[in-house]
């Protein structure tokens, strides 16, 4: 199975911080890599996929890079509801694996 | 609109057995293949299970192969996974969530609101 590794587990940001999190897959997964956001009782909702599209309706100040086995997701300019937690998913190979999400909170 | 309403959680003992249902509409489902992935509580997401849009196409986790099963109604537009066997570490919050092809890339674009599976004796 394809391991996905996301760092850091958990971040501590203000508004209108810079915030980066990363993905590493355990194998070269080419763009098959999702980004998803999930707020506390909610179910998770797409943010990203094939590594760097864009949901539509998703804010521009999200951006998502990488390929082979290292991605990014970025966040340009912290805004209050962006405060969530933060899953990676590789659709390369069966089975599917999450990372094991990053926790983004208030500083 | 896009809808997708799982049903089916409940306690259950361990070693029972449950059926979940996904009641889907807004969209061609019979076109769609569906996964479903599940969240212990405070815990990540973890993937369960897939089906292709004919059902004839079937992929499972590691750690439910052989005790669950996924299955379809395309006529119904219903989706199903079959729980036996069940463990404490099954407990979870079950989501059902539709498959989406976009740039050649699987993901997820909608997802049910989760049905809570609870074992325990």
């Known amino acids: 199975d394809i391991q996905m590794t996301q760092s850091p587990s958990s971040l501590s940001a203000s508004v209108g911080d810079r915030v980066t999190i990363t993905c590493r897959a355990s194998q070269s997964i080419s763009n098959y890599l999702n980004w998803y956001q999930q707020k506390p009782g909610r179910a998770p909702n797409r943010l990203i996929y094939a590594a760097s599209t864009l949901q539509s309706g998703v804010p521009s100040r999200f951006s998502g890079s990488g390929s082979g086995t290292d991605f990014t997701l970025t966040i340009s300019s912290l805004q209050a509801e962006d405060f969530a937690t933060y899953y990676c998913q590789q659709s390369y190979r069966m089975p599917r694996t999450f990372g094991q999400g990053t926790k983004l909170e208030i500083k | 609109e896009v809808q997708l309403v799982e049903s089916g959680g409940g306690l259950v003992q361990p070693g029972g057995s449950l059926r979940l249902s996904c009641a889907v509409s807004?969209?061609?489902?019979?076109?769609?293949?569906m996964n479903w992935v599940r969240q212990a509580p405070g815990k990540g997401l973890e993937w369960v299970s897939y089906?292709?849009?004919?059902?004839?196409?079937?992929y499972y986790g590691d750690s439910v192969k052989g005790r669950f099963t996924i299955s379809r109604d395309n006529a119904k537009n219903a989706l199903f996974l079959q729980m036996n066997s069940l463990r404490a570490e099954d407990t979870a919050t079950y989501y059902c969530?539709?498959?989406?092809?976009?740039?050649?890339?699987?993901?997820?674009?909608?997802w049910g609101q989760g049905t809570l599976v609870t074992v325990s004796s």
């Open positions: 807004g969209f061609t489902f019979r076109s769609y293949d």
């Open positions: 969530a539709r498959v989406a092809y976009g740039d050649y890339a699987e993901s997820l674009d909608y």
């Open positions: 089906i292709s849009s004919g059902g004839g196409t079937t």
